[in-house]
């Protein structure tokens, strides 16, 4: 297969792990002969500083023109802590997922045996736990109308939900449960948002086309309780922007290490690739950032293009080097040398010599 | 002193908690003659049957001719799973808080020593933990305009924040961070939210009233991240409605039962003491509902009226009760026949005969 991928590696340890999940990916065509084109281009604080853009048009024109994205990770504190800012590193990936109609954002949290001793939650609560978070990307509180009066004493955010936008996401974790444990949660406030009840009645409705597929509902207070209290108890969590945003950065802490976990974004079109940890600026050039979940998110990028062998091979990969512990200090008990490049040398070693 | 305490005990098992509090309260004027008169009124699902409302107008008049309210519990499946009904039970208390002008809510969050074994989390990463949040509660997107499509498509709520509704709780919350550790921590999304911005901007600058106080800012997704990771960190967390709402219930499991947390809700004029706890029917009328969150709401109460001698007392008959495991099935490893009531018996009991 010949893809072409736009590589936007963004801030901080960006660039670092992304490395490394191209290193894999060409391992990977290496060893399947496939042609994989890498092209890069600049988003977040770094395309700031260049252009005075947080997304560039000659990025948003590449990503448009390429198969797929596999990106980094944008931020910097710089911009983070100066509420005056006028352009933000962030705007640049919110536009992003709407300038390619990324409308849906995929995070699956699974607990790794080997790293359960590793989870601030007790073993016997997570062991087991396999759970796939749909998150609404496009709509929602994120991307409604802002304002501030002119005297600047009073904000405010629009929440704004379309039946279309939730149909097409809907579809997209009922097919997915369809292929896991037949079960999907939706999160909302319906006790009290308007918008939390058109998801009620818009995601009844679309059950209705699966009838394999059993519907329950859960307030995001208490679906931020559940997460921790009982973790076994979800399959696909289905649910809106912001409640997404909080529950599966909430959730990510269950398997021990936000360092493995990767997500993709997809919509009709375009699908992008992402480790969910931030820029870590503090760990910037260290060689200290873990790259499991940038290589993972290069697992996702081939899943998605239906290169299931592929993706395993990179899976089996990654499952080695936690059980060799060849892995960067923030998971290594035993030796803290073990660089960012190191672990990707492994994996693409592994690669290129099957056993 | 006299007080007259309004008695809103709600639907489920609101009435059996709350029955068991007015017992403790009852003890205590007995003990430290003390004058407590309560008046009961309707609120919730079991107002609506009543009158078709979730707050009638008696019950509001009631509240704001007393000195504070003892709230049970409100809510019932038949409104929550009807995404069409008119009126809903939680109306009733969002207009109480709204009309009593009971701006602040207050949890505290602390792991009890002889129930950290009941924590979903690990003990190493609890023990110690002492959290008071303050979130803000008569404003953001519970209270903004909400919206539906006559075509039934399109559906909006508005979040909106004034200066004036977050410096009066931002300095409620460095007060008693004043009096704690000395810290706040602001958990918004100023990343993306335009009213997260006003409460930075509006937070920095009360901040300079309060030197001696240390602020720091977190986004909420990473908040819900680090209350699991590291809740040890926090000592008072300021917030904004709705991220109050998920992050207070999440915090909630830290300490292993939600039976036992209590909460206020203060204004400038009138205040609000409850259990966090909600009125899960299914336990109605079994002599199950643990009635300690209600017991120590109460306690929340006499601290408010400076009765601290009296709020510490019933503190240390809760305390003994935990120990001697003289608590309901939910937290009783022993012994499952004893009752709510028991429990408050047991509470009366040492009030009246302190060793
Ligand atoms: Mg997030
Ligand atoms: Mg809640």
Redesign the interface.
Known sequence: MKLNIAVLSGDGIGPEVTKEAIKTLKAIAQEFDHTFNFKSASVGAIAIDETGEPLPDATLDLCKHSDAVLFGAI?DPK???N?NAKV?P?QGL?KLRKELGLYANIRPVKAYDMLLSQ????EE?IKGTDISIYRELTGG??F?E???SED?????????????EIERITHLAFKAAQTRQKKVTLVD???????S??W??VVKQVAEDYPDVVLD?LF???A??QL???PKQFDVILTEN?FG???S??A??IGGS?GLLASASVGDKHAMFEPIHGSYPQATGKGIANPIASILSAAMLLDHFELHEEAEMVREAVEKSLQLEITTPDLNSKNNTITTSKVGDFIEDFINNPK
């Open positions: 931020g911009y983070d802590n509420p933000r962030e919110l989870s601030p939650l007790k609560n509180i994120y409604g802002k304002q501030l600047g004493n009073i904000a405010s955010d629009l929440c704004e939900y379309s039946r279309e406030k319906a006790n009290v948002l308007e918008t009840r058109l009620r009645n509902f995001v207070d208490n931020a309780m921790i209290l009982n912001m945003d909080i529950i950065d909430e990510s802490v936000i």
